[in-house]
């Protein structure tokens, strides 16, 4: 899978609402800036940027991130660091911005999700998303918080993204802030990671006590980095490549069990789509996304960290080849392939280490 020049080659989806004070918009295709698309380079002169748990932050750490976040806020729409173009980039490699066209086949649309593209697309979303962060926040230490929902210190929703105002006056309305999430899951509901449509449906009826959850949502943490996660098969998600596919690749374990059940948790279900966080072309204008991925891309570390053989990234040329196209920081077209996505020492970033109770969490 090749994802095109995004800016040229762009279909708009056909989704959204608007709803008092937010325009959710289907039309997803970044701003073009006539430039050429350059190739990656590894940012190795750096030093290592440090994510931390989202609900552990240091007062600097907060108002850096909060201070980032109000700056693409205030950018202009068409801008392509702009709060708005950021959460775009969900959306148009997840609701049909983007055809195969590039490996011959225009009439197939690329999909990220349920499949082996699932870890690398959002890797690098989030790398490209965290530098531009950096750069609004004028903090040379700036890095991504992360949503530390497999460890029970961490499974509410992050206070820092809850209070509608912010106790500091300079950042006025929270930055952090999101209007459409389920009312039912702010603090101190505890997240559900068994959580699912059905038992949206169901209203609840499976609701449990808080220590009772947290317990179980061990479980299914481990679940999905150990049991369920034998090879890269099952945790990374099945065989996705360009042309018509006899059938759906299989999804990997995260993406179909923790992931999903903390993006429809988190949405609203008042809105159709439960927006934001649960639908694909919604997700990143809740800024609770990005440290929910974070999560996710640190299961991947910790996944690879167990050292168990068969903990490995798929090798076949078609999942290495695999490219897309971001604009990075300085406003340039980037094209990154999976396989530079694999060493995230290479990338300058890590993980503050956290507790992982779910190791011995055996269903
Ligand atoms: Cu691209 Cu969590 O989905």
Redesign the pocket.
Same mark, same amino acid.
């Given at each position: 899978i090749t994802a095109p020049d995004i800016t040229s080659i762009c279909q708009e989806a056909k989704t959204g609402f608007t709803a008092e004070g937010a325009i959710r918009t289907g039309k997803c295709c970044p701003p073009s800036l006539g430039k050429p698309i350059q190739t990656f380079a590894f940012p190795s002169k750096e030093k290592t940027r440090v994510r931390w748990p989202a609900h552990k932050g240091t007062d600097k750490q907060v108002k850096s991130y909060k201070k980032a976040i109000k700056a693409i806020r205030e950018l202009p729409d068409d801008h392509p660091h702009s709060f708005v173009s950021q959460a775009k980039i969900?959306c148009a $490699?997840?609701n049909g911005g983007y055809t195969q066209v590039d490996s011959g086949f225009p009439d197939i649309e690329i999909q990220? =999700?349920n499949s082996w593209l699932?870890f690398p697309? /959002?890797r690098w $979303?989030l790398y490209f998303y965290e530098r531009i962060l950096r750069k609004y926040s004028g903090d040379d230490d700036f890095a991504l918080p992360y949503w530390n929902w497999d460890n029970p210190d961490g499974m509410t929703i992050p206070q820092m993204f809850v209070a509608e105002k912010d106790d500091d006056p300079f950042f006025g309305n929270n930055p952090l802030y999101d209007q459409f999430r389920d009312a039912r899951h702010l603090p101190p509901s505890v997240v559900d990671l068994f959580f699912s449509g059905a038992k949206l449906a169901d209203n609840f009826a499976n609701e449990l006590d808080p220590e009772t959850q947290k317990v179980c949502n061990l479980s299914m943490v481990y679940k999905d980095l150990i049991r369920n996660a034998t090879d890269w098969k099952s945790f990374f998600g099945g065989v996705y490549t360009a042309g018509p596919m006899d059938e759906e690749p299989s999804v990997g374990s995260v993406?179909s069990n923790t =992931?999903?059940a903390v /993006?429809v948790w988190v949405g609203d279900s008042n809105n159709t789509n439960r927006e934001d966080m649960g639908n %694909?072309y919604s997700?990143g204008y809740d800024p609770l %996304?990005y440290a =929910? /991925?974070a999560n996710?891309d640190r299961m991947w570390k910790l996944w690879k960290d167990l050292g168990i053989p068969g903990h490995s990234e798929p090798t076949a040329d078609d999942w290495l080849n695999a490219s897309y196209v971001f604009y990075d920081e300085n406003e340039n077209l980037v094209r990154v392939y999976n396989k530079d996505s694999v060493k995230i020492d290479k990338l300058k970033y890590d993980f503050e280490e956290s507790r992982t109770p779910w190791k011995g969490s055996r269903p």
């Open positions: 969900h $490699y997840c990220i =999700h699932f697309f /959002h $979303y993406e =992931h999903t /993006h %694909f997700a %996304f =929910h /991925h996710v």
